[in-house]
């Protein structure tokens, strides 16, 4: 089993800035991808950034030039730095790995609770 564990949302004044960190263990064999996605009330989940294990990323059209996404391979770990926020950014964070839990081919995502981030004045 593979638990993954998101931190460091909060309530952010417009303009600010905030640092969201996400965290896999257990059975981790491999991971392929690392990604943020967020879900606002009333709307659909939303991919925000993603990385891959050859540090390949990509950012949704309204987040590019904000945020940055960033990992830590060695302590399973995905950072996504968000900059100039605005209250439409306002939503529950979520972070997804795609890992192999074996030396199987077979990937498989698990998903964090999710933290809520609030820009608000």
């Known amino acids: 089993q593979v638990h993954v564990v998101e931190s460091g949302g909060g309530l952010v004044q417009p303009g600010g800035s905030l640092r969201l960190s996400c965290t896999a263990s257990?059975?981790?064999?491999?991971?392929?991808?690392m990604a943020w996605y967020r879900q606002a009330p009333g709307k659909q989940r939303e991919l925000v950034a993603h990385?891959?294990?050859?540090?390949?990323?990509d950012y949704a059209d309204s987040m590019r030039g904000r945020c940055t996404i960033s990992r830590d391979s060695w302590r399973n770990t995905v950072h996504l730095q968000a900059q100039h926020l605005k209250p439409e950014d306002t939503a529950v964070y979520y972070c997804?790995?795609?890992?192999?839990?074996?030396?199987?081919?077979?990937?498989?995502?698990?998903w964090g609770q999710g933290t809520q981030v609030t820009v608000s004045s």
């Open positions: 997804k790995f795609t890992v192999r839990t074996s030396s199987d081919y077979v990937w498989t995502d698990y």
């Open positions: 257990g059975s981790i064999f491999s991971i392929f991808r």
């Open positions: 990385i891959t294990s050859a540090d390949e990323s």
